[in-house]
T-cell receptor, first 115, second 114 residues
Framework: DAGVIQSPRHEVTEMGQEVTLRCKPI?????LFWYRQTMMRGLELLIYFNNNVPIDDSGMPEDRFSAKMPNASFSTLKIQPSEPRDSAVYFC?????????????FGPGTRLTVT | AQSVTQLGSHVSVSEGALVLLRCNYS??????LFWYVQYPNQGLQLLLKYTTGATLVKGINGFEAEFKKSETSFHLTKPSAHMSDAAEYFCAVRGATNDYKLSFGAGTTVTVRA
């Protein structure tokens, strides 16, 4: 089975540009999570969706960040405008659809560098 | 609120020696506990999980963890370290019932000496 798919794997952009990160969760999973990982702050949950609906976005740093999940098989995380401090590895994860399943399966990440 | 504390941000072991990574949790609901491993430049990979039932849980790559409710601990062990075990390890606990967030520890980096 294919795991969580993220694209691009690497992104280098200039400050002020818009960045869109993409995620395809595992088929049949109905929760999706976006994380950011940096050396300074570790692993941070940005937002999570259940059945395509945003449940908790309290970790989204500021209005420059937005996330959407238009259907069960696709999600985007957008940063507009990007800033150097947004440089990090962004992970997407998904959770199986059964009520008792809490484990998350992570994608390979997108390494974002903002210059 | 649920939280996890990992004791020791770095652990160094000799090849063939016991690996012991410590995790203590706090939870207001019956805890579901997880260990993840992250190899360099990769995503987190689920090593093992505890939900209910047997308190000694076996995972991939020869790792196991024991849930001890009285000690609020979920330590990860491997009897004999291999060079390929060099990675960062994260302990996590679930959120409240039907809250599907996980609370992660800060991680423990394992280095293996030849």
């Amino acid at each position: 089975d294919a795991g969580v798919i993220q694209s691009p794997r690497h992104e280098v952009t200039e400050m002020g540009q818009e960045v869109t990160l993409r995620c395809k969760p595992i088929s049949g999973h109905n929760s999706l999570f976006w994380y950011r990982q940096t050396m300074m702050r570790g692993l941070e949950l940005l937002i999570y969706f259940n059945n395509n609906v945003p449940i908790d976005d309290s970790g989204m740093p500021e209005d420059r960040f937005s996330a959407k999940m238009p259907n069960a098989s696709f999600s985007t995380l957008k940063i507009q405008p990007s800033e150097p401090r947004d440089s990090a590895v962004y992970f997407c994860a998904s959770r199986p659809g059964t009520k008792s399943s809490y484990e998350q399966y992570f994608g390979p990440g997108t390494r974002l560098t903002v210059t | 609120a649920q939280s996890v504390t990992q004791l020791g941000s770095h652990v160094s072991v000799s090849e063939g020696a016991l690996v012991l990574l410590r995790c203590n949790y706090s939870s207001s609901v019956p805890p579901y506990l997880f260990w993840y491993v992250q190899y360099p430049n990769q995503g987190l990979q689920l090593l093992l999980k505890y939900t209910t039932g047997a308190t000694l849980v076996k995972g991939i790559n020869g790792f196991e963890a024991e849930f001890k409710k009285s000690e609020t601990s979920f330590h990860l062990t491997k009897p004999s370290a291999h060079m390929s075990d060099a990675a960062e390890y994260f302990c996590a606990v679930r959120g409240a019932t039907n809250d599907y967030k996980l609370s992660f520890g800060a991680g423990t980096t394992v280095t293996v000496r030849a």
